[in-house]
């Protein structure tokens, strides 16, 4: 009888704890919105870290290409689309290179649209306008893409149409190849990779 009594007590009945009939609309509102919240804040946060990672691996696996390619000797003079040879220059060897790769091998920009998605540019001039705008990859000599100069604030419409893409910058002032990637907010990596030609 005791502990029939401690069982059904005015603390610790059954109904205190459960309802027999549910959740009442106002308590399964305020847990969606709870969990909608949740979703909202999470969902973005998680595929930008994602965008990032894959990102920061495509980028080591450029460098890993340009290293390669360096010790074949290719010579490291920078030259545009059309300007030079594959067979001799390490910059349109590159083009070549990615402009053939297939399948997984290939590099795109999550960031451009389907048609662009996976160009290379291999150009002294950087993309200007939205049609040649964030380019899988950019092969340059140009030292507005330059790592050191990257973030400087004149060139913020440049980053923006770079966003998404891998630079390879042939860096006439250090004398070397440095590979990185622009995030989708059209920031430099946080660090990058330095091959030097010199």
């Given at each position: 009888m005791l502990f029939r009594q401690l069982q059904r007590g005015p603390d610790c009945s059954p109904k205190r704890f459960f309802r027999p009939d549910g959740f009442g609309a106002l308590e399964l509102l305020v847990i969606i919105a709870i969990v909608a919240v949740v979703v909202v804040l999470g969902v973005p946060t998680l595929h930008s870290a994602s965008a990032k990672a894959v990102l920061a691996a495509n980028a080591g696996n450029l460098a890993s290409l340009v290293e390669e390619e360096m010790l074949y000797g290719w010579d490291s003079e920078y030259h545009p689309t059309d300007e030079g040879s594959p067979d001799r220059y390490l910059s349109n060897r590159l083009e070549r290179d990615l402009g053939l790769?297939?399948?997984?091998a290939r590099y795109t920009n999550p960031q451009a649209d389907a048609s662009r998605a996976d160009v290379?540019?291999?150009s002294r001039a950087i993309p200007a306008d939205r049609s040649s705008a964030s380019p899988a990859v950019l092969i340059s000599d140009n030292s507005v893409v330059g790592y050191e100069m990257f973030n400087a604030q004149p060139y913020a419409?440049?980053?923006e149409f770079l966003a998404g893409s891998l630079v390879v910058h042939f860096n006439t002032a250090y004398?070397?190849?440095?590979?990185?990637?622009?995030d989708r907010d059209g920031k430099k990596s946080a660090d990058m990779v330095r091959f030097s030609t010199g």
């Open positions: 790769a297939q399948g997984a290379v540019l291999n419409m440049n980053r004398q070397s190849v440095d590979v990185f990637y622009v």
